[in-house]
């Protein structure tokens, strides 16, 4: 029998966001086989349990809102450490999604597969315009080696451009990121270079970046000093302006991110944190999933100084509590004196938000923050390209380099 697999796909693709995952994974398996026993009876099927991994999973909700939750590698972790996550009333249901997951990656190339939740298929790819790279690179220390991709503009002739260091968030790549975010292509109209860290699946299952584990917490150690590794291996071997170095992530990323920023001062001028946590919202996995639901309750000291940082998260975010997003302003603060200024607006694609702006004595601005009415947990303004991403909101990206371009180094 020749299957219809333009029609079996889009019918896939209605139960799933119609939140009928039993009928999906029906249409996807195919009429039910009963396999024989060498004595001719039936086998009753094994269910394989999930194996035990440290990894904090996102998967899609069920309403097509464009949030992603917790997966249950543990099903009553989760149900402890999060709720029940939107639209997540069967424990063992998101490992359902999983597997029609999979099986859809195998159709990336099929249009109807596209939309807030990007490619399902993973890795994007990109177009080079005439004279720009977009390089594999390596580093390595004591802590272990990551690889990285490094874009540089087709305009770089030597003279030393800003540095925007981008973390994906869990389940992702560096290709995937850079399809959804867009920052190539603003390294080229802009002039400015981008790196995208890789986190592999040997660090992290789900490959997403340790912000939860107390070692990858502090300047120096673990993951950290790999990221900040890189950024001093490119500073090096590319003309980089010192003065305009930044890290911005999401989600996983996000919170490493605000980790890197309040760890290194020295190295970054301003940090981005897109639906992130503060640094030290958690020091294991149950108080990451605790942090993920309702914020961290033993986050570590603010910076020193205040730390120019912009935020992005959406009010309904599901799986990383908007108050995390007050927090990492609350961190970067420094318990300083700033006068707020609030404007709010909505963007060409109908998402509605309220935009904070906290500037010091002299009236320059410090703190940015973004909060998105109605927006889930995926970077704001992104391309369907990449996945985690929600096209309907404001340029988190562009509005991201316009922050960071207006906060070069200062002395303190």
């Known amino acids: 029998m020749i299957l219809n697999l333009n029609a079996s796909m889009a019918e896939v693709t209605r139960l799933t966001r119609a939140g009928r995952l039993a009928e ?44 992603w939750t917790a997966s249950d590698i ?7 450490a999060t709720g029940l996550a939107e639209g997540v009333s069967q424990p063992r249901m998101p490992e359902a999604m999983r597997g ?15 939309g807030r939740s990007g490619d399902l298929g993973g890795a994007a790819k990109t177009s080079l315009p005439d004279g720009a790279r977009f390089e594999d690179c390596a580093y390595a220390n004591e802590a272990g080696s990551r690889t990285y991709k490094l874009y540089v503009p087709s305009c770089h002739c030597g003279e030393p451009l800003p540095l925007i260091v981008m973390l994906h968030g869990c389940k992702q790549s560096p290709d995937d990121f850079a399809a959804g975010t867009q920052m190539n292509q603003l390294a080229e109209e802009q002039g400015f270079l981008v790196a995208y860290p890789g986190q592999p699946s040997s660090a992290n299952p789900a490959k997403c970046w340790n912000w939860f584990s107390a070692g990858d917490q502090v300047r120096d150690r673990g993951e950290p000093s790999l990221i900040a590794g890189i950024t001093r291996q490119i500073t090096r071997d590319v003309a980089v302006d010192p003065a305009r170095v930044y890290i911005a992530g999401l989600s996983a990323g996000g919170a490493a991110a605000a980790i890197m920023g309040l760890a290194y001062p020295d190295l970054y001028a301003a940090i981005g944190v897109h639906s992130g946590l503060a640094c030290g919202a958690a020091k294991d996995m149950p108080s990451a999933f605790a942090a993920m639901r309702q914020g961290g309750s033993h986050l570590m000291e603010g910076a020193k100084h205040p730390l120019p940082t912009i935020v992005f998260h959406g009010d309904r975010d599901s799986t990383v509590s908007p108050v995390n997003g007050d927090q990492v302003i609350a961190q970067s603060k420094a318990a300083a004196e700033f006068h707020s200024m609030i404007s709010r607006g909505q963007s060409a694609g109908g998402i509605n938000y309220t935009r904070t702006v906290q500037t010091d004595a002299s009236g320059r601005p410090i703190l940015e923050q973004w909060v998105l009415h109605g927006a889930g947990h995926a970077w704001s303004g992104g391309s369907p390209a990449g996945s985690y991403t929600d096209p309907r909101g404001p340029d988190a990206s562009r509005e991201m380099l316009r922050f960071f371009l207006e906060h070069p180094k200062r002395a303190v």
Do not use: F, W
Request: glycine share 6%.
């Open 24 to 67: 999906a994974m029906a249409v996807i398996q195919g009429p039910p086989q009963k396999p024989k026993s060498p004595e001719g009876n039936d086998h009753k099927p094994i269910r394989t349990p999930l194996p035990d991994s440290q990894v904090i999973d996102m998967m899609p909700s069920r309403s097509g809102s464009g949030s």
């Open 74 to 80: 543990d099903a009553q972790q989760q149900h402890t």
């Open 100 to 114: 029609i997951l999979e099986r859809l990656a195998k159709y990336r190339s099929s249009p109807s597969l596209r």
